[in-house]
Structure formats: C-alpha cells, structure tokens
C-alpha cells in the first residue's frame, strides 16, 4: 500500500450519504466500490480527489463519492476536466462516462483529451446500451441489435473503444471488467500511477437493458476460454488450463495449442505494454468475427503504457518562457492593444 497522508482512509470514508440510484443488479456499485477502495489504498484525502462526469447511469457518480466532483454536461466531462486541471495541477482527477456520454455526443472531446494527454484518469463504463433513457442501443452495441430504437436490428457498425483510443495517441490504455474486482483495482492503480492521460475501459453489465452481453467473459465456465489477460513481459496465454497461446504469424495473429500442437511458450507473441504497434493489434482483436473463425480471445489489462509530457507541463512551461522573455503580462495593455485613435 502507498500511503501519501498520515491519515489512512478506508473505503468508506469515500462512500456519501446519498441514496444510490442504480437498479439493483447494476455493474456500476462494483465499478464504485473498486474506486473507493483503490483511493484509500493510495493513501489520497476526500479533498485531494476530484470526480467529473458527464450524462449517463455511470455520471451519478461524482453523487457517491465524498470527494469534490461535479455531474456536467452531457459528453463533455473531459472538457470540463481538463478546464479543472488548469486551475488545480495537484487533485486527483478522475472522468466518469458511459459508451453513449463518451463515445456519441462526447466522442470529439474524449479524442482531444487522448490526444492531449492532461493528467487525468477516464473511466468509460461499457455496458453496449443506453441504460438511463431507457434502452436504445449505442454506439458499442453490436450489429443487428434489437433495441426500442432499432426494431429491425442495428445496421451501424459499433465504435471499438480501445481502438478509438490508440488512434488518438493515448498513452495510457486498457480494459476490465465489473465482474473482476481483483483486476478492476489492479488496473485502478495503474491508472492512478500513470503519468498522463489514462484510459480504462469498463465491461459493465446493465441487467435491465441489456443482461448478459459480457457473460461471455465473465462467467467462470467461459472466461478463460474467451478472456486473454495481459501481463507485461509475458507469453499470450489462455483457455481452461492455460493450454492455447497466440503465436503472430507475420502480422496476423494465430491461436496455438501447446499441449499437442507442437508450440511451448517460446513461440508465443511476448506482450509489451511499450508497442503501440502491437497494442494496435490487440484492440482489434475482435472487430470481425468472420476473422480467425471469431476465436480470438479478448484482451483485458493494459494495452499499452508510454510517456510523453502532458498538455499542462507544456501550457505552464511556456508560459514561463513567454514572461521570462516579455516580462508580466499587463492586462490593461492587452485589453487597451496596440491602435489607438485620436478624435479632433
């Protein structure tokens, strides 16, 4: 355990007096419980944390936590967010959105948040539905879904998360689940640690609207079948007793049996969290089941982890720059400019 304070908080600690409003099965009291526990494992105060989020089953959140947090606009949580982080460089920050908040309304400014890399965690909890308005599908919902808005089927093809991310050179990326406390923290502290923008992933079950769509993963008679756990610097292992690996031939790729196939670890694809290239590989894992026969498992853990300076040490440093060189600025000068008339 990292402490950062003298004073060592519990989970609790972190908990509100507010009655929670989520349907009773929800995904999002484990997603909550986790973070509470995470935050008192790092050692944080409630007003050294700050929760932004934006519309949403998940954006009730900020109401739950005894930190400081504000509940804004619908898609625009990494703007307000960052608008926080120029004005306060020490809180701990975290965004809070949903696949339909994050990823519909709010894709652009989740984009330039990636791409910017403010020091922040974001948190989108996926759950392939619109669960507060009542069921309509989403922009992560697959192809042919019947929803209250789509009858007939869904014909669009649904936005994959993580490869949104990567294409916006985010640096800090990954995916859990609600159903895997364990794994869930563990992912929670990394984001936490991680210098930038990170980007968590959340596989949320909505037991109303749309029950089940992650049992797949997430029920122990399937999971390490169709789960594959990410583990820096280790072979790509899975199946019931770890007997398949994913060995890349040339750039594609393939499931290997290791128990009768002929293959050890050695032939495995090694995972780095330090290859975006291969990160790319990952993310798309399962774009299209009529590829490797729909068995690729999915990924869970991180992705990828690299470094680069965050949009405020950049803002900030030139900014001292610009005063070191021009002296304070004025602000009665800049208003007054650098025209003036003369009225005879």
Known sequence: MTVKNNTIL?????????????????????ILKQV??????????????????????????????NTYGMHSIHGR??????????????????????????????GNHLVHALRRNFEMNILLFNNQIYGLTKGQYSPTSEQNKITKSTPLGSIDYPINPLALALGANGTFIARSM?????????????SHEHHGTSFLEIY?????????????FTDKATK????????????????QEDELGIKIDGWKPQIVNLTD????????????????????????FFDDPRENN????????????????????????????????????????????PITWEIK
């Open 224 to 239: 390490k079948a169709s789960a594959l756990f990410l583990k820096h610097n280790e072979p790509l292992v899975f199946g």
């Open 294 to 337: 729909g068995a690729l498992p999915r990924p869970f853990g991180v992705l990828l982890a690299t470094q680069r300076p965050t949009y405020e040490e950049m803002l900030f440093e030139q900014i001292e720059e610009a005063v070191e060189k021009q002296g304070a600025p004025d602000l009665d000068k800049l208003l007054a400019g």
């Open 204 to 216: 949320q079950n909505c037991n109303i609207f749309n029950d089940g769509a992650f049992f797949t």
């Open 36 to 65: 509470q526990t995470v935050l008192a494992k790092i050692g944080l105060l409630q007003h050294e944390v700050a929760v932004v989020s934006g519309i949403g089953c998940s954006s009730r959140f900020p109401y739950y936590m």
């Open 261 to 284: 196939g002929g293959y050890s670890h050695d032939d495995l694809w090694i995972h780095d969290e330090t290859d975006v290239y291969k990160a790319q590989m990952l993310g798309r």
């Open 77 to 106: 949580a990494p703007a307000v967010a960052a608008g926080l982080r120029m004005a306060n460089r020490d809180v701990s920050l975290w965004v809070v959105t949903g696949d339909g908040d994050g990823l519909s309304i709010g």
């Open 10 to 30: 519990k989970a609790k600690d972190f908990a509100t007096d507010q009655d929670v409003r989520w349907c009773p099965g929800c995904g999002d009291y484990s």
């Open 178 to 190: 609600d159903r895997d406390p364990k794994h869930l923290q563990e992912m929670l502290l990394r």
